[in-house]
């Protein structure tokens, strides 16, 4: 089992909204500091395998949903950020704070 990456591991385990938030623009910062399509791969990658992990353990995680459609808006947005001159950080944030 590979560990999560410390932005999705606190992600994952924000206790409260506040929290979620918090990494929510943590997350937009990292994806916008470096190349952004393979960033966002990465971060799919481990919150799928986050979520996957939670459903089956059958934990009651209080932002399960709230991290499965952070997850479909970070999908939703790779064709944006690789086709397009779009400010990165500015697309990431409003897509994932829309959702918390």
């Known amino acids: ?13 924000a ?4 929290e979620l938030f918090l990494s929510a ?3 937009a910062d990292k994806i916008s500091a470096k190349n952004g399509s393979e960033e966002i791969d990465r971060i799919l990658l481990e919150l799928r395998g986050e979520i996957k992990k939670q ?11 709230s991290l499965i459609q952070i997850a479909l808006k970070i ?9 397009n001159n ?5 697309a990431v944030e409003t897509a994932l704070l ?3």
């Open 15 to 18: 206790k409260n909204k506040k």
């Open 1 to 13: 089992e590979e560990k999560l990456s410390d932005d999705v591991q606190f992600l994952a385990n």
């Open 86 to 90: 779009v400010n990165k950080k500015f």
């Open 75 to 83: 999908q939703n947005l790779l064709p944006l950020l690789s086709e």
């Open 25 to 27: 623009l943590q997350l």
């Open 55 to 65: 459903i089956i353990l059958d934990r009651n995680t209080p932002h399960l949903f």
């Open 98 to 100: 829309s959702e918390i």
